[in-house]
């Protein structure tokens, strides 16, 4: 089982992206902030599929006793 290549990653307080990664040209970014505003503030996985390309979400507010939610989101090439 060989690795995927990582196209694009971004970590989010809320709808605020903290932090992103990407050695690609291409829209991503947009996309990913797209759905980004779609998700529930809930724990959980999501999958979001645009473009050819599947978008993988977690959702996660570790810290229950504040309103600190991190989202993580991540992209990786697909085999042909």
Known sequence: MS?????YAFVSRGTVV???YT??????????????????ATNN????NCDGHTFNYLVD???SMSSFTL??????????
């Open 18 to 20: 903290l932090a992103e």
């Open 23 to 40: 050695e690609f040209s291409g829209n991503f970014n947009s996309i990913a902030y797209q759905c980004l505003q779609k998700l529930p």
């Open 61 to 63: 507010n570790g810290y």
């Open 45 to 48: 996985k999501f999958t979001y």
């Open 71 to 80: 989202i993580f989101c991540f992209l990786f090439f697909l085999d042909s």
């Open 3 to 7: 690795q995927k290549p990582l196209i």
